[in-house]
Nanobody, 115 residues
Framework: QVQLVESGGGLVQTGGSLRLSCAVSGGAASSYTMGWFRQALGKGREFVGSITRGSSTTYANSVKGRFTISRDNAKNMVYLQMNSLVPEDTAVYYC?????????WGQGTQVTVSS
């Protein structure tokens, strides 16, 4: 059973940066498209970005140019580098793994951006 564990969340000021990590176990990260999603309090889950097995990336318009997804298959890790953070980025961030659809999800890590 594939398990995903996010880390790296926290409190940061507007304009700051954070790097989230997603540790993959029970399977090879290289076998999956890996996605990042977020959910703000009282809102639905929102797609942030994804990286394919071939390392092609896609981003939501709201984060394009500020966030970068990368993967280290040797370490079975996926990362979300977040720069120029704004209060609207405050949410629980989730890592997901899948192919046509995302079958595996982490428990999430809280990111709070103060103004």
């Amino acid at each position: 059973q594939v398990q995903l564990v996010e880390s790296g969340g926290g409190l940061v000021q507007t304009g700051g940066s954070l790097r989230l990590s997603c540790a993959v176990s029970g399977g090879a990260a290289s076998s999956y498209t890996m996605g990042w999603f977020r959910q703000a309090l009282g809102k639905g889950r929102e797609f942030v970005g994804s990286i394919t097995r071939g390392s092609s990336t896609t981003y939501a318009n709201s984060v394009k140019g500020r966030f970068t997804i990368s993967r280290d298959n040797a370490k079975n890790m996926v990362y979300l580098q977040m720069n120029s953070l704004v209060p609207e980025d405050t949410a629980v961030y989730y890592c997901a793994a899948g192919g046509v659809r995302y079958d595996y999800w982490g428990q999430g890590t809280q990111v709070t951006v103060s103004s």
